[in-house]
């Protein structure tokens, strides 16, 4: 059964893709790539991954949560082939792609091809150059797609509010007390010694499974309460605006209390390293709610060209980083070109190549998965 198809989940997943991409053009393209006005927005395009974390909480979650409202309970492999069928088809073309296409761009900087394989790349960084390193983020989701289901399954044996809330705080509880811990004893004492310790923020607390579930965690916790509460539900739900007003708010926080994440470990910064993901992971929740609410602003607009940015997410998020260093080795004549010129030209390279990855390989395998599906999965479009 396919659900109906919420255009302001799409609004939020281009936003989510749109915001990574101007964070990679940033870090990556080289000075003068984006308009000036736009380089303040670009360094925080690094929580466009903290919104994709909330939507993927919240539409597997709900895949996983709703045949249980109507007394079935979803097959565990049935779960699991779909996922592989939606992650690996285009996920190993780029990493192949990577390995063989001679002379790829990013490659000096590759790691021995078993972390990428077996989505541990965010557990065991190069000490060097880090090619294909925004792997780490979908490391991150495979993990979750591997534990979720199996938690659900324990929790729903004998399901109780209390035991899943509990589950879901000293997840984000455990996730604190990990960052707290690296902060106190090991970026402060580091810092007052004047020693370097940005790369450890990166290895330590940003890249790790266990540092960065706050966002899918809020997107499971939405989920529950939409499956196993509509009351509760029905009244978040006419609260559309309000909704968006917290989320502005929550996530204005979150961006105050980061913004010296690379600057400092002390101060506002160790606070915002330890509490800013689930800062912002609430935040993001109330704006994906708002997105699926009555009267919520994301909810009623339609923005054209949303759906199709929506599509192509998981392809951009694959090709596009690499593919700033392609459009710099091919045309190097660039860097003398209007802002305008050069993005356009970025833009263009970005879509084509993911429209084709997507048409090529996602596309087939998406429709070989529904073809050879054996049982029944509630779900709303969105997923697949």
Sequence with gaps: MIGPRFHGLDTLRSLAILAVLVFHLLDFGGENTLPAWLEPIAEYGWMGVDLFFVLSGYLIGSQLLKPYATGQRPGLWGFYRNRLYRILPAYLVVLGAYYWIPKWPEFDGMAPVWKYLTFTYNFFLPAGPRTFSHVWSLCVEEHFYLLLPLIVLVLMRKPSAYKAAAVIAGIVLFGIAIRGYFVFHTLQPLERAGDSWSNLYMTRIYYPTYSRLDGLVAGVALA???????VWWQR??????ALT????GLVALAVWLTRDRYASATGVAAVGDILGFPILALGLACLVASSISNNGLLSRWKIPGARLIATLAYSLYLTSKALIHVVDLCFPHLHGASMGGRLAVYAAFCLITAGALHLCV???FLWLRNRSATTKVCLPVEVQ
């Design 224 to 230: 529950a309460v939409r499956v196993f509460r509509p």
């Design 236 to 241: 978040i739900a006419r609260r559309g605006h």
């Design 245 to 248: 007003l917290a989320a502005v």
């Design 362 to 364: 996602e596309r087939p």
